[in-house]
């Protein structure tokens, strides 16, 4: 059973800058396809970034550019580098693992294990 600790949340002002971090313990964490998911209040659970095993990253088009997603395997864990922070940016942030598929995927069905959640707010 692999279990997952987001940190990192809070709230910031319009422009600033937050790093999340998922620490991740009981499976083979380099072998683990990662993923950053959020989900604001009212709506649906949506798809960030991710980083597969071999390290390749996806991002969602509203976040290219201004997020950065990595991942450290001495430390089995993962980071979610966000700058230009936007007051739409307000959720709350999972972070999801899957040993299945050559790739990390964008969909939250195709992920089998979940953090709790860290909430990030950005106020304007």
């Known amino acids: 059973q692999v279990h997952m600790v987001e940190s990192g949340g809070g709230s910031v002002q319009a422009g600033g800058s937050l790093t999340l971090s998922c620490a991740a313990s009981?499976?083979?964490?380099?072998?683990?396809?990662m993923g950053w998911f959020r989900q604001a209040p009212g709506k649906e659970r949506e798809f960030v970034a991710n980083?597969?095993?071999?390290?390749?990253?996806n991002y969602a088009d509203t976040v290219k550019g201004r997020f950065t997603i990595s991942r450290d395997n001495t430390k089995n864990t993962v980071h979610l580098r966000m700058n230009s922070l936007k007051p739409e940016d307000t959720a709350v942030y999972y972070c999801?693992?899957?040993?299945?598929?050559?790739?990390?995927?964008?969909?939250?069905?195709?992920?089998?294990?979940w953090g709790q959640g860290t909430q990030v707010t950005v106020s304007s």
């Open positions: 980083i597969s095993w071999h390290y390749t990253t």
């Open positions: 009981g499976g083979t964490f380099s072998s683990a396809n």
């Open positions: 999801a693992a899957t040993f299945r598929g050559a790739y990390a995927p964008a969909l939250v069905a195709s992920y089998d294990y």
